[in-house]
């Protein structure tokens, strides 16, 4: 705040309180009173705006991890159904599910992975750009809340700033009368002491000093008016200023409130909750039993088939033209003895697998890069080259300008190599050209 200037009989007293007022209401301090310095609050408005956009973003690219990330595991998913069927496990045994199990449980981090990735575009990220064009009008040039601000603060400092100038050039105009007078009256003195002029000269001297002394005191007044003027002026001054820096203060207040509620949705979102996945992956797991799968075994394909002794069968008799073996054996197969099928594995509901299959495909340690303790996802399966036909995998909604929408199964061109980001450009059948997810794709044909 600015400390009002009081006056007092004791002029030593008035110099030690307003020392620091006079510094403040002169201009000498870097603070918020000095010309020009409220622009430092205008611009937190314009940096208010700027940190929406930065906040979208932010929860667009976790968003866009998120959701490339689930393609990805599903892609792995099925990549390794694929192969677990073809493979050597013994179909009818608990270990195949558990197998199976395995990438259950990676379907189901798919899942909340893609759930976390479009709530955060829908609950986070469009709100936050909805609350900012509320907030924040954008005209051609700028944006209306700093201008209407950058109005109302030059308005309250001009009347300031004019007194404050008129001031300055007062304080000027009175030390120099101060040293014209000064020097005047040295000249005088040692005209006195010395005698070196005329009564006459001297006289003239004097009448000079004297006029100094005249316009001393007249500037002085001056000078002490515009301080008045100052003073009289100040409560004006402080209670506008005080009145449009409160304004901004309250708006953003606003906008930190907003983001504190935002950010708490955000890390509500965030906060998977992969409990029933992995519960269920460990119960599947837990029904692993190797007893039971070798006794299986043994009846199927070991010593628990039915060993059958061939009978004697007279020529002509039914049984000899039918052939006894196996009849026999199944007449003769033991009570215990079941085929069981072999169970079919129920396919995710929420979102297909995709992803090439790579059946002989081997996985290096090369596929994992490790960055500052934290492990990367595993890259896409393959660097799709520019011009080739490729296949949507999953639906995809475009969410910003450029990019368009794809249904599982749509076919289109590529037309430039995955970013940095993840992207790529293709085009539609329909002649339209946009962005859409590299992971969202294969090629045709290329399994």
Known sequence: HITHITHT?????????????????????????????????????????QLCEDFARLTQERGFIEKKYAAMLRAWSQRWEQRIEKGSEYPDGTMRNAWRALLDEADGVANVHQNVGTRLSKEVKAVVLKWRKENFTKTLLSIKEVK????????????????????????KKYYSRCRAEKALSAKVRDAERSGSITQEELNKLKAKWDEAKTDMEKARRGYEGSLKALEADLPRYERDMKAQFEACQDNEQKRLDFFKKMMLVYHTIVEKNYANVWDELKDNLAEINSDADLVKYAERHGTGMPLVLPKFAEFGTPEAEEGAGSNAAAQNRGP???????????????APRGGNSGDDEEVSEDDWEEDNSRMAPPPSESDVPVGLT????????????GEINLKAGDILTQLEDEDEQGWCRGLLPNGEVGLYPA???????DD
């Open 148 to 171: 209407k601000a950058e109005e109302s603060f030059s308005k309250a400092q001009e009347p300031w700033n004019y007194l404050q100038t008129k001031s300055t050039k007062a304080k």
């Open 9 to 49: 009989k004791n002029p030593k007293m008035v110099k030690k309180r307003n020392a620091g007022s006079q510094l403040r209401i002169m201009g000498l301090t870097d603070n918020f009173w000095e010309d020009g310095k409220y622009r430092r609050v205008v611009r937190r408005i314009e940096e208010g705006s």
């Open 390 to 401: 490729v296949r949507a995998l999953y639906d995809y909604d475009a969410e910003e300008e």
């Open 336 to 350: 215990g003895i079941h085929i069981i099928s072999s169970p079919v594995r129920q396919p995710n509901t929420t």
């Open 439 to 445: 992971a969202y794709v294969e090629v045709v044909g």
